[in-house]
């Protein structure tokens, strides 16, 4: 089975500083992907950021980086230059490669609030 | 369409009732996805469907829920006899493949109240 684990309910950034949004995860299978979404107050899942078990750098998408750490199955999304339009629920999820039958589903982690200060 | 195209935005229902939520994916995708998500929760799978092959319903919670979807297109997401419970916002998802690195693009959800 697969878990993901965000242990940060909310979160607090002066505009213009960096945040870093914890995630752990979980899982059994060699081969799995790591995705990072944004979901505003309109409730629209915006996709920002994918980790490949297997890539050897970090992934970067402009402000977004993941600082991925396989030894300790942490995937912590960095947010750098915070924007006032950055505030909203942040989730973290992975997919598997479950042996191969069926890739199927996203698991997500219960998400982060992150508030942007002016 | 550009986007995955949920409909409708909104329904408000009364229990007991029978609701019909319909996802269309964007074009070409073989995959889609239903999830559920309740007020400040985080998303729930539900079921997936990928080309032809039978359906992942491992998530749909009861017998009340059920999905069919018509080739490579068009999913309808079926809800009978709502309960309060069922009160959430119902998102499709749709990704090119089924692999572990192909993105799920999300629709902005049909948001269901049960009354």
């Known amino acids: 089975a697969q878990k993901i684990t965000q242990t940060q309910p909310g979160m607090f950034v002066q505009e213009k500083e960096a945040v870093t949004l914890d995630c752990t995860y979980d899982?059994?299978?060699?081969?799995?992907?790591l995705f990072w979404y944004k979901q505003p107050s309109s409730g629209e899942m915006i996709f920002l950021i994918y980790q490949g078990s297997y890539d050897q750098q970090n992934a970067t998408e402009g402000r977004y980086s993941l600082n991925f750490q396989k030894a300790r199955k942490s995937a912590n999304l960095v947010i750098s230059a915070s924007q006032l339009g950055d505030s909203a629920m942040y989730f973290c999820?992975?997919?598997?490669?479950?042996?191969?039958?069926?890739?199927?589903?996203?698991?997500f982690g219960q998400g982060t609030i992150l508030t942007v200060h002016p | 369409g550009a986007g995955v195209s949920q409909s409708p935005s909104n329904k408000v229902t009364e229990k007991g009732k029978d609701v019909e939520l319909r996802c269309d994916p964007i074009s070409g995708h073989t995959a889609l996805y239903w999830y559920r998500q309740r007020l400040g929760q985080g998303l729930e799978f539900l079921i997936y469907?990928?080309?032809?092959?039978?359906?992942?319903k491992s998530g749909l919670p009861s017998d009340r829920f059920s999905a069919e979807r018509t080739g490579e297109s068009v999913s309808t997401l079926t809800i009978q006899r709502t309960q309060q419970e069922d009160s959430a916002v119902y998102l499709c998802a749709s990704s090119l493949m089924a692999g572990v690195a192909n993105t799920i693009y999300f629709g902005e959800g049909s948001w269901l109240t049960v009354v």
């Open positions: 899982t059994s299978d060699p081969s799995y992907g």
């Open positions: 999820a992975m997919r598997a490669n479950a042996g191969g039958t069926s890739y199927g589903k996203l698991t």
């Open positions: 469907f990928q080309g032809n092959s039978a359906p992942d």
